[in-house]
């Protein structure tokens, strides 16, 4: 659940970078609209497309990664659903193994001391 949480808080920290860097692009663009000559407006031209097909793939890659998360949250609630004691058991075992791999850590922490 935890890493869901991180994934998602990742993502939209990318999306939300994403369109500040395109905004900051788009102000870019305005300010150097009056350098005039053939190179300088087939470099706007470049990167307003460039920056389209960059937009356009990230709302892609987020609607994709998005519906992937609700297909794995769907799959697991319905897993755990017809399956409560086999969900029992694993969140069982891994928590004695966390258990466990704390118990060691502190262990050895003590023994160097």
């Given at each position: ?6 994934a ?6 990318l ?29 706007r ?8 097909v ?32 086999n969900?029992v ?13 704390f118990?060691a850590?502190?262990f050895?922490?003590r023994?160097?001391?």
């Amino acid at each position: 659940m935890e890493s869901n949480n991180y994934a998602s808080s990742s993502r939209e920290k990318l999306v939300e970078d994403f369109k500040v860097l395109s905004k900051d692009v788009q102000e870019l663009l305005k300010a150097t609209a009056s350098v005039v000559g053939e190179r300088a407006t087939d470099a706007r031209g470049k990167v307003q497309e460039s920056l389209k097909v960059a937009q356009e793939k990230l709302s892609q890659v987020s609607a994709q990664a998005k519906d992937k998360g609700q297909a794995a949250i769907t799959a697991t609630d319905v897993y755990v659903r017809d399956n409560p004691w086999n969900a029992v058991g694993v969140a069982a075992g891994v928590g004695f193994l966390l258990g466990l791999g704390f118990a060691a850590g502190t262990f050895l922490r003590r023994s160097d001391d």
